[in-house]
C-alpha cells in the first residue's frame, strides 16, 4: 500500500490525502494538550474514544440538517471528511461560567449563563488563539458580517443539539469549540462544520454530582482522561454499557 501523504499536523489530529478530489482522511491521535500545548501526554485510547464521539454527533447533526465535513468512519481512528477552507477562528458557545471566562470576568466558576455566549478567538498557537471581537474579524478579512452570522446561527443549532443529547444522559453541557470551514459549489459559498465534536472540545459535568467529563480531568489532574471520556461514550450508548475503557486498542486498516 503506497504511502498517504500527510497534508496537516495538529496537536491532536492529523490529515491525510483522501482516496477522492475533495476528501481528506482525519486520524485521531492519543495525544493530549492542554495550556496551548505547554502541558502534554499520551493517553492510550484516546483517539479511539474521540473518534467514535466526533461520529456520533457529527452522524446526528447531519441527520437534524446541520451540514458537516464528516462522511463516514473508517476505522477505529480515522474518518472520511469532506475537504474545507477552515476560517481561521474558534467558535465557542459557553452555556455556564467556567475556565477562561470565569478567570478574565471573575465570576464564579458554575454560574448559569442568561443565555448562550458566543466567542471567537484567532487559531494562531504561536499567539495563544487571543480572543478577537467580530469588528476584528471583519477588518482582517477572515469573515464577512454574512458569514459571522451564519456562523452564529450555526453555532447556535449546534448548542441546542448537543445540549439535548447531554441532559438526556445526566450531562450538563457547560461550553464547547467548534470550527466551520468554507466549500464551493462553483461560485456558490456554503459554510460547515469542520474539525471534531468530543470530550477535547468540550466542557462536560455530570449534573447531580459536578464531576469532570473532559479535557479539565487532564489539565487540572482529576483521575483518568479515558475513564472519563469512556463514560461520556457508555452514557451516549456509543460504547457499551459494559465495556472496558479503550487503551491500547489494536489499530484497523
Known sequence: MARRKKVYE??????????????????FKDDATAYNAQKKDVIDGKGVLNNRLSEF??????????????????????????AVEIIPLEIIVRNVAAGSLSTRLGIEEGTPLP????????????????LVAEEHIIAFGWASQQD??????????????LSGCMLAVGIKLVDFKIEVGRVWDGDYQRLILADEISPDSCRLWDIETGKKLDKDVFRRDLGSLTDAYTEVARR???????????????LIN
Not at 495538529?10 to 486520524?27: D, H, M, R, S, W
Not at 456509543?238 to 486498542?249: E, Q, R, W, Y
Open 10 to 27: 495538529g496537536k491532536a489530529k492529523i490529515l491525510y490525502e483522501g482516496p477522492e478530489p475533495g476528501t481528506l482522511v482525519q486520524y
Open 57 to 82: 454527533f457529527m452522524v446526528g447533526l447531519n441527520a437534524i440538517g446541520v451540514p458537516t465535513h464528516f462522511i463516514k468512519r473508517l476505522n477505529m481512528r480515522e474518518q472520511l471528511i469532506r
Open 115 to 130: 443565555r448562550p455566549i458566543i466567542e471567537f478567538c484567532y487559531k494562531d498557537d504561536k499567539l495563544g488563539d487571543p
Open 148 to 161: 459571522l452570522d451564519d456562523i452564529v446561527a450555526l453555532a447556535l443549532r449546534v448548542n441546542d443539539f
Open 236 to 250: 451516549l450508548g456509543v460504547l457499551p454499557s459494559n465495556s472496558a475503557p479503550a487503551t491500547k486498542p489494536h
